[in-house]
């Protein structure tokens, strides 16, 4: 049964690059599986799927545990400086760096493991009240100072956008975030390159897509709604 969902998110990525004459290969699908059993992860991953995205620390660190190590995991969630030092050399991408604070606390923690981290910088885009990020006007600042800190590399940014009934209404907040990376990028900042855009979910993925997502996270969609009670 997850098997068929991936294949349909999968479908959908296909055709939205096709619209917006893109090659499927240039878009990651990034399974997010925060509170779902190890085995429905092992089912995704025996459909191909080796990213797969967690908010919490301590519930991805067990799972990095017990699960196959070519997987690549992704840390999207809002990251607390004292918990890098579990995740620094265990994961591919941190998604969710917010602040300056964050990033020389994970450089910290990368120089002392003598291991490089790479990470994307977190914009609010639709400046929500009660969601982690830089802004619009002060990603670019912030990336200059983060770019000189030793073993961290800055490889783009990473929105999370609001709940909408319609996802188009999220596409103008998909289109400013490309902008900021083109903007980003003509600076030639040394140590800093924005070829990842991970923006879209469930809900807004397929309009993320043809606005030039390089990473969709999708969970809903693969594994079902989420029970937080449990
Ligand atoms: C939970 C989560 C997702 C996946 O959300 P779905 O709507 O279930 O696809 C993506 N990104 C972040 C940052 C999340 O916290």
């Known amino acids: 049964m ?10 959908n990525i296909e055709d939205a690059c096709k619209r917006a004459g893109r090659k499927p290969e240039e878009v990651e699908l990034i399974a997010v599986s925060k509170t779902k059993p190890v085995d429905q992860l092992l089912e995704v991953y025996d459909t191909g799927i080796r990213a797969f995205g967690e908010n919490y620390v301590q519930e991805l660190t067990e799972k990095i545990e017990v699960l196959p190590k070519d997987i690549r995991w992704h840390m999207i969630g809002h990251l607390q ?3 890098v030092k579990y995740i620094v050399g265990k994961v591919a991408l941190i998604h969710s760096v917010d602040s300056l604070r964050l990033a020389e606390e994970i450089s910290k923690e990368a120089v002392k493991k003598n291991t490089c981290a790479d990470i994307l910088l977190e914009v609010n885009v639709a400046q929500e009240e ?6 619009l006007e002060n990603t670019m600042e912030e990336v200059e100072k983060i ?3 030793p073993n961290i590399h800055i490889k783009g940014l990473m929105t999370s956008t609001p709940f909408v009934e319609n996802p188009e209404e999220n596409r103008k907040y998909f289109r400013q975030l490309r902008q900021l990376s083109v903007d ?3 600076k030639n900042i040394d140590n800093v390159c924005m070829d990842i855009l991970s923006m879209g ?3 807004d993925y397929i309009v993320a897509v043809e606005e030039g997502a390089t990473m969709v996270r999708v969970g809903t969609a693969i594994f079902g709604a989420r029970n937080y009670n449990k």
């Open 147 to 149: 770019a000189v800190l």
């Open 81 to 83: 400086r004292n918990k």
């Open 130 to 135: 009660n969601k982690f990020g830089l802004t």
């Open 184 to 186: 980003i990028n003509e």
């Open 2 to 11: 997850l098997a068929e969902n991936v294949k349909e998110v999968q479908k």
């Open 201 to 203: 979910m469930t809900n």
